[in-house]
């Protein structure tokens, strides 16, 4: 049965860009499911979108550096069924099957292809031929429902066969995840009944060890206990939980043990438990009742959120079923971040998803508060706000990369490493010496870009259009070198940026792109005209390699 919520999440969102763009459903659909999978930016979605007449199949084909510092190239069909209980099915997987092994790995004649997936494929095989694509992947996005095993089946065969080659299917249950999130609000206090045993006396609890730090206790709660506590407070409980609830096979078997009385007797045995974070806790009326301040669970937010869906459905009974609830108190700040890290490392988390509770993100949450914007360091936690007043940490950090740092290509490509602290970007970026006006200056500069190149974009060739899609974050630092220094302009507050006026801007940022597009024409000629924009940009010497040969053009 489809998902009510998601679905009608999806068709807002779908309906609202369709209008927005002029573009047809099946297309905003994919557009909607490349940003949000796969965070391309509108240009790079212009450049990977190839659907329409013979396009075999692939709707959207795109490189992308993944978190291993691999090259990917993904072939996309989607499937955006207006039968919500329709699934992916043998002859749409077939058909992206074949157009793989016929045009990837086999040098297949591309003339029965549309005009752009030609010049995308024969780019594609360049890079296949000279080692500069690692990996394959076969993509499906769908709004359905999950297709039969046999369907995952053969793609595992395909990728066995072919061990460059992967796939993924992204169908409804999976995408609960990115269009349904928890809310980053705190909820006050709430209490929970403890379930004291007979015998056990005045000793319902274990206590953990006090440490300077923290103190904790372990109880046992009545699944019905948990359920009500997640009616009352969703989804604020699940505030500092680093995933959302997902339906998927692990919740389905939390469901059906919960759903069977027999069962249930056993689900205090069969389950992990949950772990719930606070900022203190008293223990009330003889130990029946805890009170907690702002309480959030943090490990165990499928379990909860399972057994609230089955207690909304009344297929739950009380008094047989019990979770084994772990409670900490700490006012730690760096304790509670590794005590959120710590209790999430059982299963595949994004580091992105870990930093946001760290302390100099909420420090800059309430900088940007101060000065009247809201810094998204959760995704979608200030969606109600103004869109213009609203900073989102990733963007800010690849601005910020691109302009403080001189690192656009990192920025843009290695966005994975903006979030790790063993070797990555995370402490070039948030240190001591961050605050948010840099981190303002910078976004902010970057949108007065992205406004100016779209505009531009419609009336440029595509040659054009495709050098300004890829260079974007690369023409903040080109502005700084190329327009401000030269000036002797210093953004120190957004009030320095504000005083260039937005013709004075544009006639700026002309020039920059201008000069760009002559340095790009002279390390083509250099090339042998091989030179392949899209790669080039991606290149970590890419921004020093156009300075140095902007040097030697003006002396030749």
């Known amino acids: 049965m489809p998902n009510i919520r998601l679905q009608n999440t999806l068709e807002n969102k779908i309906k609202e860009l369709s209008e927005a763009e002029n573009l047809t459903k099946s297309v905003a659909f994919t557009r909607l499911m490349l940003e949000e999978v796969y965070d391309l930016d509108e240009f ?73 997936l030609q010049k995308i494929i024969n780019s594609d095989r360049e890079l296949l031929k000279n080692g500069k694509i690692d990996k394959i992947g076969i993509i499906f996005f769908t709004n359905g429902q999950r297709p039969s095993p046999a369907i995952y089946e053969d793609l595992e065969r395909f990728g066995e066969e072919n061990p460059t080659i992967f796939s993924e299917i992204f169908c409804e249950e999976d995408l609960t995840s990115i269009f349904l999130p928890v809310s980053a609000a705190r909820i006050g206090e709430v209490e929970l009944k403890i379930v004291n045993d007979v015998g056990s006396g005045d000793k319902p609890f274990l206590n953990m060890p006090d440490i300077d730090k923290a103190r904790g206790k372990v109880c046992k709660i009545d699944v019905i206990e948990i359920a009500k506590l997640v009616e009352k407070n969703n989804p604020s409980i699940f505030n500092s939980n680093v995933r959302v609830y997902q339906t998927n096979k692990v919740n389905k078997e939390i469901e059906a043990t919960l759903s069977d009385s027999e069962k249930l007797k056993e689900f205090i045995y069969l389950n992990n438990g949950i ?15 805890v009170k907690l301040k702002n309480p959030s669970i943090i490990n165990g937010c499928q379990t909860a959120s399972t057994i609230f869906e089955v207690y909304k459905n009344k297929k739950i ?41 760290d302390s100099i993100q909420k420090q800059l949450e309430e900088e940007f508060l101060s000065m009247g914007y809201f810094y998204e360091r959760k995704a979608r936690m200030y969606r109600n706000k103004p869109p213009e007043k609203v900073i989102d940490l990733e963007k800010a950090a690849q601005a910020y990369m691109s302009f403080y740092l001189a690192k656009p290509a990192e ?15 995370y402490y070039e970026i948030f240190n001591e010496n961050l605050h ?28 054009d259009k495709t050098l300004m899609g890829n260079s974007v974050l690369h023409l903040l630092p080109l502005y700084d070198e190329w327009i401000l220094k030269r000036n002797k302009i210093v953004l120190e507050k957004i009030e320095d940026l504000n005083k260039i006026k937005v013709d004075k801007f544009k006639e700026e940022l002309s020039s920059v792109i201008s000069k760009l597009k002559n340095v790009i024409t002279k390390l083509n000629k250099d090339e042998g005209g091989q030179l392949n924009i899209q790669y080039f940009f991606r290149g970590n010497d890419s921004l020093q390699t156009i300075l140095r040969r902007s040097v030697r053009s003006e002396y030749t």
């Open 44 to 116: 790079e979605i212009d450049s990977a979108l190839t659907d329409g007449i013979n396009d075999k199949g692939i709707d959207a084909i795109f490189n992308k550096i993944d978190e291993n510092d691999a090259n990917v190239l993904y072939v996309i069909q989607s499937k955006c069924f207006e039968n919500k209980t329709k699934k992916l099915d043998e002859a749409a997987k077939n058909l992206i099957v074949a157009t793989v092994r016929s045009y990837f790995l086999n040098d297949y004649p591309l003339d029965g292809l549309n005009e752009k």
């Open 317 to 357: 009974s009380e008094n047989l079923g019990f979770v084994l609830t772990r409670i900490i108190e700490s006012d730690n700040e760096s304790l509670k971040a590794d005590v959120i890290l710590s209790s999430n490392r059982q299963t595949a988390v994004k580091s992105k998803d870990l930093i946001s509770e």
């Open 275 to 289: 772990t719930i974070l606070c900022d203190d806790f008293t223990v009330q009326a003889r130990n029946q009742v």
């Open 411 to 425: 920025a843009k490509n290695k966005k994975s490493q903006i979030y790790n602290k063993n070797g990555g970007f």
């Open 436 to 463: 948010a006006t840099k981190l303002l200056i910078a976004f902010s500069l970057h949108q007065r870009i992205l406004d100016q190149v779209r505009i531009l974009r419609r009336t440029s060739s595509e040659e």
